[in-house]
Nanobody
Framework: QVQLVESGGGSVQAGGSLRLSCVAS???????MAWVRQAPGKEREVVAT???????????AYADSVKGRFTIARDFAPNTVVLQMDNLKPEDTAMYYC????????????????????WGQGTQVTVSS
């Protein structure tokens, strides 16, 4: 199990950018990581993943709603994952959570929120029109 702490949320106007960071209590090299958001009244949605495959490589996957606008990356530090969010839209407004799973995934599995067992407390992102 790993503890996760998110930061970087805030309020921006549509078209703006934010960079979220997630710091883990231990190395995440052997974890599949995800950013998951939840808007009021909606279910949690995986928006970006950096998942680990059986051949020990990390790959990225994105929800269609954020492709081309969001970028997930494992930072140089071994226990950090970031989410760069560009061209933000009002519909991106949500609480954003960092999530981790100590297992291998396919791209399809990585986008399933139920696959992740470790979660942070979340950071709020608000985008105004």
């Amino acid at each position: 199990q790993v503890q996760l702490v998110e930061s970087g949320g805030g309020s921006v106007q549509a078209g703006g950018s934010l960079r979220l960071s997630c710091v883990a209590s231990a190395s995440i090299a052997a974890y599949s990581m995800a950013w998951v958001r939840q808007a009021p009244g909606k279910e949690r949605e995986v928006v970006a993943t950096s998942y680990l495959t059986r051949d020990r490589f990390h790959y990225n996957a994105y929800a269609d709603s954020v492709k081309g606008r969001f970028t997930i990356a494992r930072d140089f530090a071994p226990n950090t994952v970031v989410l760069q969010m560009d061209n933000l839209k009002p519909e991106d407004t949500a609480m954003y959570y960092c999530a981790a799973a100590g297992r291998f995934f396919t791209a399809f599995q990585s986008l399933d929120r139920n696959q992740y067992g470790d979660w942070g407390q979340g950071t709020q992102v608000t985008v105004s029109s």
